[in-house]
T-cell receptor, first 111, second 114 residues
Framework: GQQLNQSPQSMFIQEGEDVSMNCTSS?????WLWYKQDPGEGPVLLIA?????ELTSNGRLTAQFGITRKDSFLNISASIPSDVGIYFC???????????FGPGTRLSVLP | KAGVTQTPRYLIKTRGQQVTLSCSPI?????VSWYQQTPGQGLQFLFE???????NKGNFPGRFSGRQFSNSRSEMNVSTLELGDSALYLC?????????????FGPGTRLTVL
């Protein structure tokens, strides 16, 4: 079945630094979603992408739909303590009705 | 607009019991999907309901079932609970479950099976 890989698995950064993480798929997707989850809460949708090459921003967050349609990237600029959490990517292909989720990237921000 | 709500937020059951979880989608959303989240397996898709019909199903045993009502509210039921069913159960709603359709999650129900 479809699988998503996310890297890095976890990262520790200093407050103010920029962050990059990515998500790769074994198959082509037509939709990519990025979520952030805080402990004990449900994932919160950050950015949605629908076209190959699309670049979309949401405040300090920027995500891109890879040209190959098998990957997506999320960047966070000037990180702050509240950016701490687990970031998930989710993708869906032309045939599936449900989204497949990656294992997540755990972000820690050091003051 | 109110977000997705789930009740109860926390639940403790013992093996062999059954449990029913509830999800109210965002107003106007007709699709509700259910996921199981565990540290080891991540987010796993259970099933999706649209217009009171199960439209898609993941790879879970028949002990896991669900339904959707005419107001789009959904319930999921787990019968004969096992220890491994301990997890955060999340529901997500979307407008219609087709193109250009993001899923919005509720806060989840934390189920502990003793």
């Amino acid at each position: 079945g479809q699988q998503l890989n996310q890297s890095p698995q976890s990262m520790f950064i200093q407050e103010g630094e920029d962050v990059s993480m990515n998500c790769t798929s074994s198959s082509i997707f037509n939709t990519w979603l990025w979520y952030k989850q805080d402990p004990g809460e449900g994932p919160v949708l950050l950015i949605a992408l629908y076209k190959a090459g699309e670049l979309t921003s949401n405040g300090r967050l920027t995500a891109q739909f890879g040209i190959t349609r098998k990957d997506s990237f999320l960047n966070i600029s000037a990180s702050i303590p509240s950016d701490v959490g687990i970031y998930f990517c989710a993708g869906r292909d032309n045939y599936g009705q449900n989204f497949v989720f990656g294992p997540g990237t755990r972000l820690s921000v050091l003051p | 607009k109110a977000g997705v709500t789930q009740t109860p937020r926390y639940l403790i059951k013992t093996r062999g019991q059954q449990v029913t979880l509830s999800c109210s989608p965002i107003s106007g959303h007709r699709s509700v999907s259910w996921y199981q989240q565990t540290p080891g397996q991540g987010l796993q898709f259970l099933f999706e309901y649209f217009s009171e019909t199960q439209r898609n199903k993941g790879n879970f045993p028949g002990r896991f079932s669900g339904r959707q009502f005419s107001n789009s509210r959904s319930e999921m039921n787990v019968s004969t609970l096992e220890l491994g069913d301990s997890a955060l159960y999340l529901c997500a709603s979307s407008l219609a479950g087709t193109d250009y359709n993001e899923q919005f999650f509720g806060p989840g129900t934390r189920l502990t099976v003793l």
